[in-house]
């Protein structure tokens, strides 16, 4: 029987840990696109597309991702769609962080003051230029710390692609663990992998929040 | 597209559907009574003079923040019968959650605290009341109330991520939801309606917890 040594745990894990960050990237750069869409939608005067995002919005956050996973996997199935995990996994991650991201970005546009909506209509803009030169300035400044933060939960989310077949970072760790029964060790060190993937990420969120918000106050 | 919907056959199941959705009630209640009284007990340890009590709580928080709730889950069910600790699927499930909310919690907790104005604590001190009583009686509580929206999304978070622990087989609605699908192939059928139903218990959760924060909250102001 072949020998699998501490060094070639480690390495497996490292390799998988590849899939794990190009889905979250996936998951993030779709997420991004279809969220901002769908801030536009959310923040336009059209009412009855107010509620239909309001209702995208609900159905994800109040839903576990891991149905919706199950959802993508085998809806798309049904629909005569050959999906793959792959394909599945990096759908619905990039529907879950739309709906999110999009949530996220809604409150930073509100977090600028009516008043200077009201003061760029007296100027006689239009909307777009309203948009452009006015509110999404100040709204991107706001929106960074949090969607860097929101970029953790991704990366998290990813581990749960393992579930339906996707081979990434955690469905390697459980494979191992299968081959040498050494759980603690194995979880540990997949746990290790996400910290380090993650904590980055959440330090770099804190540290552009007070950065920012400091900048706020001087200015 | 010639599929044909069949979600009369899901009602075939309805014991385990329901065993399923009580076993995830059950959950959530333990996880956030659990959760809670761990998030109040890190909050404190956070704000301890004390740098190691500190220094634990905060990497408590952080490992547990940073890393997926289902590499803790696996970390807890595998990992410690590996160490000498046996469990029980229920009892991993439960622990995993109660560690994961209780992280969350304690930083949202902590937030809570932070803005307690000092001249209150200085009040109580003067009064005579010892560490532990101005902070149970007097920090505490007002922190709970400013920050309990947060407290109870992050509540609902861990309802839906309990979904999870149908994978090391605690009996739970999602894991009702792959023995239905298993038995009759209606994959579609049985996991929209299981996020149906995920979707009413958050709305639950939401209304029970508005109605519980009126009952907390609204009686001091009356005392007042």
Redesign the interface.
């Known amino acids: 029987m072949m020998q699998i040594t501490d060094w070639d745990i480690l390495r497996n894990l490292l390799l998988a840990a590849r899939w794990t960050i190009l889905l979250s990237l996936i998951a993030f750069a779709g997420g991004a696109t279809a969220g901002l869409l769908l801030t536009f939608l959310r923040i336009s005067r059209r009412r009855s597309l107010i509620w239909m995002t309001r209702i995208y919005i609900e159905l994800f956050q109040g839903t576990p991702l891991l149905m919706q996973l199950f959802l993508a996997f085998f809806g798309l199935g049904l629909l005569g769609i050959d999906i793959s995990p792959w394909g599945a996994a990096a759908w619905a991650l990039t529907l879950f962080s739309s709906a999110f991201l999009s949530d996220i970005w809604r409150g930073c546009v509100e977090s600028v003051p009516k008043g200077q909506w009201e003061a760029a209509r007296c100027l006689g803009l239009g909307y777009v230029q309203i948009m452009r030169y006015v509110i999404l300035p100040q709204a991107l400044r706001v929106a960074i710390p949090p969607t860097v933060g929101f970029s953790v939960q991704i990366v998290k989310g990813t581990a749960l692609a393992s579930i339906i077949g996707f081979v990434e970072l955690t469905k390697a760790g459980t494979m191992l663990n299968n081959a040498t029964f050494q759980p603690f060790k194995v979880f540990a060190i997949v746990a290790v992998i996400y910290f380090l993937l993650c904590y980055p990420l959440s330090k770099a969120s804190q540290y552009l929040e007070r950065k920012l918000n400091v900048a706020r106050k001087h200015s | ?1 010639d ?1 044909q919907f069949n979600f009369a056959d899901l009602l075939n199941y309805r014991d385990v559907w329901i065993s399923g959705i009580w076993m995830t009630v059950q959950l959530t209640i333990f996880a956030t009574v659990g959760g809670l009284l761990l998030g109040i007990l890190g909050a404190a340890a956070r704000n301890h003079p004390l740098r190691p009590i500190n220094m634990v709580a905060s990497m408590y928080v ?2 547990i ?8 889950l ?2 807890i069910f ?6 000498g600790i046996k469990l029980t699927e229920v009892q991993a499930g439960m622990i995993a959650m109660i560690i994961n909310l209780g992280a969350y919690l304690t930083e949202i907790i902590r937030a809570g605290i932070n803005v307690t104005p000092k001249g209150q604590i200085e009040a109580a001190r003067t009064l005579g009341l010892s560490s532990r009583q101005i902070f149970i009686r007097i920090v505490l509580p007002p922190a709970i109330e400013r920050v309990y929206s947060s407290i109870v999304s992050q509540c609902i978070i861990v309802m ?5 622990v ?2 090391i087989s605690v009996p739970e609605l ?1 894991y009702a ?1 792959n023995f239905v ?1 298993s038995r009759n192939f209606l ?2 059928e049985s ?2 309606v ?2 149906g139903i ?2 009413l218990l ?2 639950l959760m939401r209304v029970l917890f508005a109605l519980l924060g009126n009952y907390l909250f609204s009686r001091k102001e009356k005392a007042i």
Do not use: C, D, H, K
Request: charged content about 5%.
């Open positions: 597209m599929y952080e490992v923040r940073n890393t997926p709730f289902i590499v803790q696996f970390f595998f990992g410690l019968p590996a160490a839906l991520g309990s979904a999870v149908s994978q999602t939801a699908q994959s579609f996991y929209f299981t996020a995920y979707l958050a709305f």
